[in-house]
Each structure stands twice: as structure tokens, then as C-alpha cells.
């Protein structure tokens, strides 16, 4: 929740929250330790993230793409993300990693971040998402900010340590309530574009939906701790 709530609310994120750097207080308060390795995030990309973190619960891939320029992580200037050679659309390829599918021609779905044998405890693990695109980014154009590496990281490595004490554990659960604030009070043009559709589309009210705790389309949030 700590995590969440300064990439969502303060845009001012600790990026290297290792076991470490935590020291337990009592039962409700953990401080962090070592300030050495800080990250801003960018108003705008903060929205686009709030966003993308509902349309990945609910599994909307078509809608990931705009949300991934908007986070600055695709290149905004190409209408086709692919590079040349590669056929399949960036939006079927993240859909197809996600769902645990193998590639067009492969034999067996490699092993996995997060093994699992269903696409919903797939999109419930940060981790799996930072991995697949990873391997999305040899296939198309990506421009990641320098910083964004750093605040993956951060994700990964709390995700990992919540991880082992508690196998149910939703990094997507934890963070929906602070994305929600964030997309239904944008501060930017693209923070109120992705509000826009969120209310007027299915796909979008459908997010929405699930990140107000009510169900709905895609069901990738699935059960398990670290609801917020």
C-alpha cells in the first residue's frame, strides 16, 4: 500500500525497498530506510498508469495500448507498434503473454515469473507483467523513460517479498482504490481523456467496475490478500 499510494498519490517513489531497507515498528507501521535511490513520476504518466492498472484487472488489452503511450513507454508516434517482421498486433501479443499462450510456432508455454496454469493469477502478479514486456520489447517499439526501470523494480522486489509470506497476495488488489482516486481526480489532458472513456465505454465502466470492488468483464483481478 505504501508503494501504491507514492506512485499514485505523491508521484515520489522510494526504488529500492528491499528487506534491508524496512524496519518493522509494530504491527500497523513499517519505515522505510535509505533515501539514495528516488524516482518522480510525471503527473500524466501517473494517470496513465492509475488506468492501465484497472484495464489489466479487467483484461482489456485493446485499451492497453493508448495507455501504454500515455504512459510514455510506447512510442506515440507510430500507429503500428511493430517492428519489421513481426505480424501479430502488440495489444494480441500482450493478451496472448498474459493468458500464458505460447508464441505463433512454439511448443510449450516457458516457465513463468509467476507459474501459474490460468491467465488470472498471471495478471495478478506485477511481475509477470514487467517480465512480458521485457520480451515484448525486442518485438516492438518501445521508448521506457530511465526512471520507470527503477520504479519497476521497486514493484517487483515488494511484490516478491509480499509474495513469500503470503501466496494469494494481489499487487493489483493493493493498488486498485489508489488507481481509482487517481483516474476520478485527473490533474492533466490525458489523466481526463482516460476518465472520459472510462465513463462512456463498456470496456471502460467494466475497469471501473473492478476497481471499485463490484465484479465485472475479465475477472483478471482474481481473489487473494492485499485487498485495499
Given at each position: 500500500?505504501?508503494?501504491?499510494?507514492?506512485l499514485m498519490t505523491d508521484g515520489f517513489i522510494h526504488c529500492d525497498p528491499h528487506e534491508g531497507n524496512?524496519?518493522?515498528l509494530n504491527d500497523t507501521h513499517t519505515a522505510l530506510l535509505d533515501f539514495g535511490l528516488m524516482a518522480t513520476m510525471r503527473p500524466d504518466h501517473q494517470e496513465a498508469m492509475a488506468s492501465g492498472v484497472l484495464n489489466i484487472m479487467a483484461g482489456n488489452y485493446e485499451a492497453l495500448v493508448p495507455i501504454f503511450k500515455g504512459m510514455g513507454i510506447l512510442d506515440q508516434n507510430r500507429e503500428d507498434l511493430r517492428r519489421p517482421g513481426v505480424t501479430e498486433t502488440f495489444a494480441a501479443a500482450l493478451e496472448r503473454c498474459m493468458s500464458g499462450e505460447t508464441e505463433p510456432g512454439e511448443g510449450a508455454t516457458k516457465t513463468k515469473l509467476v507459474q501459474a496454469d490460468d491467465g488470472a493469477d498471471r495478471r495478478r502478479a506485477f511481475g509477470q507483467l514487467y517480465e512480458e514486456l521485457g520480451d515484448l520489447a525486442l518485438?516492438?517499439?518501445?521508448?521506457?523513460?530511465?526512471?520507470y526501470i527503477l520504479v519497476m523494480r521497486a514493484f517487483v522486489t515488494l511484490e516478491g517479498i509480499a509474495l513469500s509470506a503470503d501466496d494469494d497476495f494481489?499487487?493489483?488488489?493493493v493498488a486498485a482504490p489508489f488507481a481509482r482516486r487517481k483516474i476520478l481526480n485527473p490533474?492533466?489532458?490525458?489523466?481526463?481523456a482516460f476518465l472520459t472513456k472510462a465513463l462512456t465505454t463498456a470496456e471502460g465502466r467494466a475497469a471501473m467496475a473492478i476497481g471499485l470492488g463490484l465484479g465485472g468483464a475479465g475477472g483478471g483481478g482474481g481473489g487473494g490478500g492485499g485487498g485495499g
Open positions: 500500500k505504501c508503494l501504491a499510494m507514492q524496512l524496519l518493522y518485438n516492438y517499439y518501445f521508448v521506457i523513460p530511465s526512471y494481489n499487487m493489483y488488489n490533474k492533466t489532458a490525458v489523466g481526463r
